[in-house]
């Protein structure tokens, strides 16, 4: 009945193949003169979702998180993740020829500064590094007596005996009634930009960059809709965008070709050195820039200026008609979802459903939808012990039978052409536990706490995160992640630069859509977490002395109420709860086209018992 057509359960290969990829990488260090080496979760772009041909760092351990590093020398090797993956790690590495160590506090130059002798030679291929990283990687070579050497081809690549072809999934126009704004403006307020930085050009590194500006989307990795490439964009005459010319229909070429030139991607190299050799200024992406363009842009002669992307901010302030369409596209993805939650409810206390099947099922549901271009991320269903796996994907393997008693967290996401998606709900199967019931609460006050947030102008993400917390706080609780990413229009499920967590610092704008999504985690017992998407809109407040914000929620689906604890909420929080299931119903109600699942949403959506 149910199929998945845009995400795989296939464990990751390990073993004896992981073991033997390693050795033979040793030996390839060995010829090459290299004591050890860094490779990255990364392409050249610094993607989150990479073309199979850039999984190094999967291929060589095993861990197939979206963040991640691998350090090896020749008798040690580290893999490193942050919070997230913790536990994902520790399950698909192998512990005897790897220790999992922490990306982010301390950093992995620590662990280079413990193990790393004088003479040592690191080696890194700065194409998948950022100049900040490269820089961050020598210093720790330098204090530890070692030499950092940036290899010409990458030593993985060597031993990947069947690494795929680079992608050439076709480049397809976003058109007006999508983008709201053509190419011509957009250039035109990225060359006030780059006016701005005093910079002569500016390199566009990252793909979102490219596909936002010129008004195009692509195929070249999952999830995504990306047409990976590259644009160098003069403060004075026409742009060039560097992409792969079997992408391109005829129609694509010429939608591209009325605002820029159209070179292949090794036509940048080229490019860069001549206008280097001017001794332009050149802007380039801190976050996406590769290493290796800032040293062409010097080593010619050239003055690279890095620093953040402006595209970052002008695409993350979504226009008039990006918010339309994400409305549209949250409306016809909460069909899918109140299909789906009615479905569990139904299926899941006869127990025979497993994580596999409420993956299959949502996406089933959401195809059904006739608008379904892919699945935005691939869907975290996790039940029991699994659901405290912040990033958990289920394989065939590790496939659990959703049990009563058992709670479910299913977190997915729909990429549709006017809109992205990202919601999280937590499912009771069976009666909860006291324990259950408290910490859903507190994730949902948490919640409530963002969703009602009225906030000065120029406000940023850290400042809001700790509203989030407060309630787990008060219990002694926490959680590891990030509260809120932004999401993208019709482009990436985490885009940036704004962001609700400790490390949030750009202020947030209106226009910016992102999550909200607090959460608690019981190691091998359970998962919570709630998460809605929030649009950043104008908050009017009589007698307010600067301009306001707040968030307007882009998300309709039911929360579940069995799970709250009605003794731990106060008048407003339980005035918002009704409010939104209140929207919800009147929303979400007219688009069903089936008389059980309607009947289950009017349950679902009642107001809470006094």
Request: aromatic fraction near 6%.
């Amino acid at each position: 009945m149910f199929e998945a057509h845009f995400q795989t359960f296939e464990e990751p290969e390990g073993g004896v193949a992981l073991t033997a990829r390693l050795a033979a990488f040793r030996e390839e260090l060995l010829r090459r003169k290299l004591t050890g080496f860094v490779i990255p979760r990364a392409d050249q772009q610094q993607n989150e979702y990479v073309a199979p041909s850039e999984e190094r760092l999967a291929w060589l351990t095993g861990f197939t998180g979206s963040a991640g590093m691998a350090m090896v020398l020749l008798h040690e090797a580290a893999v490193f993740v942050d919070g997230r993956y913790t536990l994902q790690a520790a399950k698909q590495v192998d512990g005897k020829a790897w220790s999992v160590q922490s990306l982010v506090e301390p950093p992995p130059e620590s662990w280079l500064g413990e193990h790393l002798a004088a003479g040592d030679r690191l080696g890194f291929d700065p194409w998948l590094h950022t100049s900040a990283a490269a820089e961050r990687l020598a210093a720790a070579c330098a204090k530890a007596g070692a030499e950092l050497v940036a290899v010409d081809s990458n030593p993985v690549d060597s031993v990947w005996s069947e690494r795929p072809a680079p992608p050439i999934g076709p480049v397809t126009i976003h058109g007006l009634e999508f983008a709201g704004e053509s190419e011509s403006d957009k250039l035109g307020r990225i060359r006030a930009e780059i006016i701005r930085l005093g910079a002569d050009a500016l390199v566009l590194s990252d793909s979102h960059a490219v596909a936002w500006t010129f008004n195009i989307r692509g195929a070249d990795v999952s999830h995504t809709p990306l047409p990976l490439s590259y644009a160098l964009v003069p403060k004075d005459g026409r742009p060039s965008i560097f992409i792969d010319a079997r992408k391109l229909s005829n129609s694509a070429r010429a939608h591209l070709e009325a605002n820029a030139t159209v070179e292949e991607p090794e036509a940048l190299t080229a490019a860069l050195t001549t206008l280097a050799e001017r001794g332009a200024a050149i802007a380039l992406d801190s976050a996406t820039a590769a290493d290796a363009l800032s040293r062409l842009v010097t080593s010619h002669g050239g003055r690279p200026l890095r620093g953040n992307d402006p595209v970052a901010l002008l695409k993350a302030s979504k226009n008039p008609i990006e918010i339309k369409g994400t409305q549209t596209a949250h409306r016809r993805d909460a069909v899918a979802l109140v299909r789906f939650l009615a479905w569990v409810d139904r299926e899941a206390p006869k127990g025979a459903l497993t994580e596999i099947d409420a993956v299959e099922a949502l996406e089933t549901f959401r195809r059904d939808t006739g608008a379904l271009k892919d699945v935005s991320f691939p869907t975290i269903s996790g039940t029991g012990p699994n659901g405290a796996i912040v990033h958990y994907r289920v394989t065939r393997k590790s496939n659990r039978r959703i049990a009563v008693g058992d709670l479910l967290l299913i977190d997915s996401g729909a990429q549709y052409e006017d809109g992205t998606t990202d919601v999280t709900r937590t499912i009771a199967v069976g009666e909860p536990t006291a324990e259950m019931r408290d910490r859903f609460t507190r994730v949902l006050r948490g919640h409530i706490a963002i969703a009602r947030a009225v906030f000065p102008d120029g406000t940023s993400g850290a400042q809001l995160d700790s509203f989030a917390r407060q309630f787990l706080w008060q219990a002694g609780l926490d959680f590891g992640h990030g509260t809120g990413h932004g999401v993208g229009s019709y482009l990436s499920v985490h885009e940036g630069p704004g962001r609700i967590s400790k490390l949030g610092t750009v202020p947030l704008k209106r226009g910016m859509i992102l999550s909200n999504e607090p959460g608690y985690y019981k190691t091998d017992g359970f998962g919570i977490r709630i998460e809605n998407l929030e649009l950043v809109v104008e908050a009017t407040i009589p007698g307010a002395e600067q301009p306001m914000n707040a968030f307007a929620t882009l998300t309709l689906a039911p929360i579940d109420r069995r799970l709250i604890d009605l003794a731990l909420i106060n008048a407003d929080e339980r005035a918002w709860i009704d409010d939104y299931h209140a929207r919800v119903k009147r929303e979400v109600r007219p688009l069903l086209d089936d008389e059980a699942t309607r009947v289950w949403l009017d349950a679902a959506t009642e107001p809470l018992p006094q």
